[in-house]
């Protein structure tokens, strides 16, 4: 520690480098640019994933077959565990779970997933849910309502 650190008095960012300010600098000259090549010279930029000449690794892993990703359905996801936190009789949905904090929102579609035990005499609504969730909502007392993904019920579960 010397006297010019003390003095910064915890400054974040360092002074940037000033080049081409003569040789005491120590950026002065070719102002940390090397000598001649494409990279010397102004207004020269490389494109993300230049590696200098050598083949880049966009190109040289392999792409076969399809990827769904671009596609597939995001679900906004919670276990029944999580649903003890509601009272016997509630209805519950994205919006009463999102209001009491037991997750975020990932998508306006709503998937109950079966992990932990349920106790309580719940109405869920939800796009969609898992064998087991459906089977220990159903145990509990429970009712279950499928609703589209515009998020009125499903015309199987009207019937």
């Known amino acids: 520690m010397d006297l010019r650190t003390v003095t910064k008095k915890g400054i974040k960012y360092p002074d940037r480098k000033r080049v081409g300010r ?23 930029s490389r494109r993300p994933g230049y590696e200098g000449g050598q083949m880049p690794i966009y190109r040289r892993v392999p792409k076969r077959g399809f990827t769904n990703a671009r596609f597939r359905t ?7 565990e999580q649903l003890e936190v509601f009272d016997e009789g509630a209805t519950v949905d994205l919006d009463a779970i999102l209001a009491k904090g037991l997750t975020s929102r990932v998508s306006k579609l709503l998937k109950v997933l079966g992990d932990g035990e349920l106790k309580k005499k719940l109405t869920v609504r939800a796009q969609k849910f898992s064998k087991t969730a459906a089977e220990k909502i159903q145990k509990a007392g429970g009712t279950i309502v499928a609703l589209e993904e515009s998020g009125r019920e499903s015309a199987a579960d009207a019937s």
């Open 22 to 44: 003569g040789p005491g600098s120590g950026l002065g000259k070719t102002s940390a640019r090397g000598h001649k090549g494409w990279g010397q010279r102004s207004g020269t």
């Open 74 to 80: 995001e679900y906004t996801t919670i276990n029944v």
